[in-house]
């Protein structure tokens, strides 16, 4: 037989992803290697079966050997060219869950015995007196100051553009309800409150109300429902709402903003309730009001008042959220932020003291990164990476460096170790590009 005249350091990449399809494709894989596995979209094969195939496979020659050894020459060969080779897992290889992730996640249910028998709970001491048995906030030790805040000092503190944040504003005075959404890491929350100070034309915490939604929170806890008391007694009490509400209907010259963050990881028609017809710029006040369910007939009915205004936060990248109805979405502003790694970004870490070879690196490695991201048709650009990741810059000059890869290493990379989790060689190759 001819000895082979190709270099098997110079194998590509296609033409082992050449050699993976020829597998899948023959039907049942190959007997898994005894130490290695290459990884690739899930499914793992020997690395050296791989190698020969994809080595006689592009020599034309079918009983060409392949003539490096098994183990670390062979391996290096394969991650060169951005392919994943992993210690064998304790999975059967060839068995129906071998490279099924959903599957091996079910067999984490399956029954492993009784549970033990809890023990019945100790009995409570009786109280004695009626003081001790009612649960009370810390009396806080602080006050917010109150300071002017103008257009001028936002556009200081903010990463978007005057004509954005006028926008922003109008939306606001327009329909009163403003949604703010996009990827993580752009300054949704931060915006949000800003927005507030503006048009409060002060720092004025007093007339703010920030909530976070989340799975479990609900109608009960937002309007109103029967919780428990001090006492451990079921009685109807009012959610934070009707109380911020309130407040605002007794000073009816002065704008109030409710800020709800994280608002679609709530199960927003059963939190909103009756305010899902409340929230419209034209049913405010009390011509408007409504009964609510948990009132008895002789209650005053609820309302939201013309100066309460609501700003919402929306993240983009959770698709395990479900996403908004067309009643809900229809009395809301949308404003889109998206990651800023332009000037404003770099100007704030010059003024801190970031060696401008840093301040480069980092914004060409993320610009760079996030065009991956969008351009992947499994991700897009809701799922691109954040400027906030990088807004608090080391104290010292000579931190700069370190403090930039810490950052890549341990927030930015498990990020994209998720994003690509049936792709690690993607993910991997990302990674050394931002370190690089």
């Not at 590509?12 to 005894?34: C, F, I, K, N, Y």
Request: hydrophobic content about 40%; proline content about 10%; some cysteine.
């Amino acid at each position: 037989m001819p000895t082979p005249d190709l270099d098997p350091t110079q194998l590509t990449r296609e033409q082992v992803l050449r050699a993976l399809r020829h597998l899948d494709r023959e039907g049942p894989r190959m007997p898994l290697s005894t130490v290695y596995d290459l990884v690739y979209r899930g499914r793992r094969y020997a690395p050296r079966a791989v190698a020969q195939l994809a080595f006689r496979l592009a020599l034309g020659q079918p009983e060409a050997a392949w003539p490096l050894a098994a183990g670390a020459p062979t391996n290096r060969v394969l991650e060169r060219l951005d392919f994943t080779i992993a210690t064998k897992r304790p999975t059967l290889a060839n068995s129906p869950l071998d490279g099924d992730v959903a599957a091996q996640q079910d067999m984490q249910a399956l029954y492993v015995g009784p549970e033990a028998t809890p023990k019945p709970p100790k009995p409570a001491p009786a109280p004695t007196t009626e003081t001790e048995t009612q649960a009370h906030e810390p009396a806080p030790a602080y006050t917010l100051p109150t300071e002017p805040y103008g257009r001028e000092q936002a556009l200081q503190e903010l990463f978007v553009s005057e004509g954005k944040l006028a926008d922003a504003l109008a939306g606001l005075r327009r329909r009163r309800n403003l949604i703010l959404q996009g990827p993580p890491g752009t300054g949704k929350t931060f915006l949000a409150g800003r927005l507030a100070w503006l048009e409060l034309g002060a720092t004025d915490a007093t007339r703010v109300e920030m909530v976070q939604f989340h799975p479990s929170y609900s109608y009960e806890d937002f309007v109103q429902g029967f919780r428990p008391d001090a006492q451990g007694v079921f009685r109807l009490q009012e959610g934070i709402l009707p109380d911020f509400c309130r407040r605002a209907a007794q000073d009816p010259e002065r704008p109030y903003f409710l800020l709800i963050d994280e608002l679609n990881r709530g199960n927003l028609s059963r939190i909103f309730g009756e305010l899902l017809l409340l929230l419209e710029a034209d049913k405010r006040g009390p011509a408007h009001a409504v009964r609510l369910p948990y009132s008895p007939a002789e209650a005053s009915r609820f309302f939201v008042p013309e100066n309460v205004y609501l700003i919402g936060t929306m993240n983009l990248a959770d698709r395990s959220l479900a996403p908004l109805d067309y009643a809900l979405r229809r009395r809301f502003a949308f404003v889109e932020l998206e990651p800023e790694f332009g000037e404003p970004l770099q100007q704030l870490l010059a003024a801190q003291g970031v060696p401008a070879a840093v301040v480069q690196r980092l914004t060409q490695h993320l610009t760079a990164l996030n065009q991956t991201i969008t351009d992947d048709p499994d991700l897009g650009p809701e799922f691109r990476i954040g400027h906030s990741y990088f807004c608090q810059p080391p104290a010292s000059a000579a931190e700069a460096e370190s403090w930039l890869t810490l950052i890549l290493e341990q927030e930015i990379g498990p990020l994209l170790d998720d994003y690509w989790l049936d792709q690690p060689a993607k993910a991997a190759a990302q990674k050394r590009k931002l370190l690089g």
